[in-house]
């Protein structure tokens, strides 16, 4: 018999899956032009597993944070994060813009945010209607990393629901994570991976 929590954590990772389908129903309408997103995976990390999914996608990131608020008065950190190259590429592609340029611009930065505002309102709707409540989010905030600096988040966070999926755009594949923290995750029991199909 499949014990309880397991059985919730899988409905939650299925419902992470069809969420960001439906976001990537959004990115094709507003660039018209076929947008691709999947899940691979779901889990909820400890603080060593969160650094290693950091590191296996590069050494220089760009992620989308934002910083959000429960009518419960429970804090969360959420966060897209994109290998730098990939993800930009991936931005200038939906912007029409060349490939080339060595520095994200404001233009840039500012397709980030929405990028990362409609994955993360997917990801954290599905969380909020598995745990019954309403989140009031802040606007998004890019950010960009350095090789030998941690990225982004908090080296206080000890635990987080991480979404691992895949997005596709003219033959252009970029993997990335979508980093949920929460201080009501602290009490969910450390699961392995659970695998999705793509």
Known sequence: MIPPHMKAFG?????????????????????????GMSVSHVEIADRARLD?????????????????RTTEGCGAEAMLVLPQIGGLAL???????????AEPGELEQDALAEVGNIVIDACTGVLAGALGWHIEAAQPRVTLSVPDRLFGVDESVRSALVTHLRMHLSGLRVDGLVILEMTALAGLPMLPPRRLDA
């Open 52 to 68: 290693l999914c950091l590191a296996s996608l590069d050494s220089c990131l760009c992620g989308v944070a934002q910083r959000m």
């Open 91 to 101: 931005v200038r592609r939906m912007l029409g813009l060349p490939g080339d340029i």
């Open 11 to 35: 409905e939650l990772a299925g419902s992470m899956s069809r969420s960001v389908h439906c976001a990537a129903s959004t990115f094709t309408q507003i660039v018209s032009e076929q947008v």
